[in-house]
């Protein structure tokens, strides 16, 4: 997906409209409506404020990943990453038995 499309579909998933996310980011509607049918690129300031503003990660919604990571998984990320490494390993330990489970439920159901 295209930068437009992910802001369309973000901005619409938070029933933001292009009025109000324009007012956010300080630009116009009618220049986020160009945004989203990628007729021009936004900066990166303003990528960073639309990432913000839509709780989206900047590679997300860039289209680097096709990963959705909210702030507040990003912000957990980084607070893992800053453990040591057998903290780390422990966690890891612990979210792969959750997720095994998951999928062992769902398999089941």
Same mark, same amino acid.
């Given at each position: 997906?295209?930068?437009?499309?992910?802001? /369309?579909?973000?901005?619409?998933?938070?029933?933001?409209?292009?009025?109000?996310?324009?007012?956010?980011?300080?630009?116009? #509607?009618?220049?986020?409506?160009?945004? $989203?049918?990628? $007729?021009?690129?936004?900066?990166?300031?303003?990528?960073?404020?639309?990432?913000?503003?839509?709780?989206?990660?900047?590679?997300?919604?860039?289209?680097?990943?096709?990963? $959705? /990571?909210?702030?507040?998984?990003?912000?957990?990320?980084? #607070?893992?990453?800053?453990?040591? $490494?057998?903290?780390?390993?422990?966690?890891?330990?612990?979210?792969?038995?959750? /997720?095994?489970?998951?999928?062992?439920?769902?398999?089941?159901?």
């Amino acid at each position: 997906m295209t930068i437009g499309q992910h802001i /369309i579909v973000l901005r619409k998933k938070k029933r933001i409209s292009q009025s109000a996310l324009g007012k956010t980011v300080a630009t116009s #509607e009618d220049i986020i409506g160009r945004y $989203e049918r990628n $007729e021009v690129k936004p900066s990166v300031e303003v990528v960073i404020k639309l990432a913000d503003d839509l709780d989206m990660s900047v590679d997300f919604l860039v289209g680097k990943t096709s990963l $959705e /990571i909210d702030r507040g998984t990003l912000k957990r990320l980084e #607070e893992l990453s800053k453990l040591p $490494e057998e903290a780390k390993s422990q966690m890891f330990m612990v979210v792969d038995a959750l /997720i095994r489970d998951f999928k062992a439920k769902q398999a089941y159901s």
